[in-house]
Nanobody
Framework: QVQLVESGGGLVQAGGSLRLSCAAS????????IGWFRQAPGQEREFVAA????????YYTGSVKGRFTISRDSAKNTVYLQMNSLKPEDTALYYC???????????????????WGQGTQVTVSS
């Protein structure tokens, strides 16, 4: 079965950086899009970024453009989220997810994704 395991979260001061990793296993992901979402306490899960495994097309939400970079290493079956210039409002539990290629819909919404990791906590102090 598909497994996604996130790592790399932690506590960082505002302006600092973290790199999150999402290790994928269980199938060939060549036709998939891998997304990062985040969820703060009391808030809905929010799209952060996504990348197509085959072509490397990337998608970002406006609040992270220019600060976050999503990338993939096909040989390692891993997707990364490099987060720079972190702000306290970036504090959340960050999840990676693999989409369902057969399902129509936008990569910006959780419903497009079938497989989710357990999440990794990112806390940015002011």
């Amino acid at each position: 079965q598909v497994q996604l395991v996130e790592s790399g979260g932690g506590l960082v001061q505002a302006g600092g950086s973290l790199r999150l990793s999402c290790a994928a296993s269980g199938r060939t992901f060549s036709s998939y899009v891998i997304g990062w979402f985040r969820q703060a306490p009391g808030q809905e899960r929010e799209f952060v970024a996504a990348i197509s495994w085959s072509g490397g097309n990337t998608y970002y939400t406006g609040s992270v453009k220019g600060r976050f970079t999503i990338s993939r290493d096909s040989a390692k079956n891993t997707v990364y989220l490099q987060m720079n210039s972190l702000k306290p409002e970036d504090t959340a539990l960050y999840y990676c997810a693999a989409d369902n290629p057969a399902r129509s819909g936008s990569y910006y919404y959780p419903d497009k994704y079938d497989y989710w990791g357990q999440g990794t906590q990112v806390t940015v102090s002011s």
